[in-house]
């Protein structure tokens, strides 16, 4: 006589996928909403990318009418305003979203200059996503880090990928910070405007030309011609 099968077959296989669809679903609104690669069965930074999600949401509605203002002239006002290194914010922006607003990292980074939650939380960004105050909170950040390491640039850029924490003088080598500032600095030297010319040096010509010319003596009373 056989045995029937259980009709609940194996729970086993029912918890895992109870387990990894919401994984799955999350993962993949992250790499739709976000503009990025993300694998689908990824375990790091599940509360960031949770959170960064669900800044988007609140944010989203916000400019589905009007739109995002061009990044760019926000970029130099931004630049101006903190006192950066003109061309500096703009290559960090181009490297870390690709001038994107609703840009969204695997690690659950926000916006145009990719805050993470907790970065963007201290810098008081209320909303990572509009391009304004998140790039505000990136300047500020990045002039922080450059007043830090006494405007060394190079490691101004990996504290701001890596955190100050983890630059002791050098720049980290981790697999990602020394690549993101080989990037950035690449992109940074591309973007800076020249410096202005210099004056070539004055010819010899130009040297006596700029010599004073003695100034004749005056003529004694005797030697000069009477009036009348």
């Not at 086993?12 to 990894?20: D, E, K, P, T």
Request: proline letters at 14%; charged letters at 20%.
């Amino acid at each position: 006589m056989r045995r029937k099968r259980s009709s609940g077959g194996f729970p086993w296989v029912r918890a895992g996928l109870c387990v990894l669809a919401p994984l799955v679903l999350l993962n993949l609104a992250v790499a739709f909403f976000g503009d990025t690669r993300v694998p689908l069965f990824s375990l790091s930074f599940l509360k960031e990318k949770a959170h960064a999600l669900s800044a988007y949401a609140r944010h989203r509605p916000s400019c589905v009418l009007d739109g995002h203002p061009e990044l760019e002239p926000l970029i130099r006002d931004t630049e101006r305003r903190h006192r950066l290194p003109p061309g500096l914010l703009r290559a960090l922006v181009q490297v870390e979203s690709n001038t994107q607003p609703h840009r969204i990292s695997p690690a659950g980074a926000m916006g145009p200059g990719q805050l993470m939650p907790s970065t963007a939380s201290l810098l008081r960004v209320e909303d990572p996503f509009d391009p304004a105050p998140a790039l505000d909170g990136s300047a500020r950040y990045l002039a922080e880090q450059l007043t830090r390491y006494r405007g060394n640039v190079t490691l101004a850029v990996a504290a701001y990928n890596a955190g100050p924490g983890n630059v002791n003088g050098r720049v980290p080598r981790n697999g990602e910070t020394e690549f993101y500032v080989d990037k950035v600095l690449t992109a940074y030297a591309r973007l800076r405007p020249p410096p202005p010319p210099r004056a070539p040096p004055p010819t010899s010509a130009a040297k006596r030309q700029g010599r004073a010319a003695p100034t004749p003596p005056h003529p004694s009373p005797e030697a000069r011609p009477s009036a009348g």
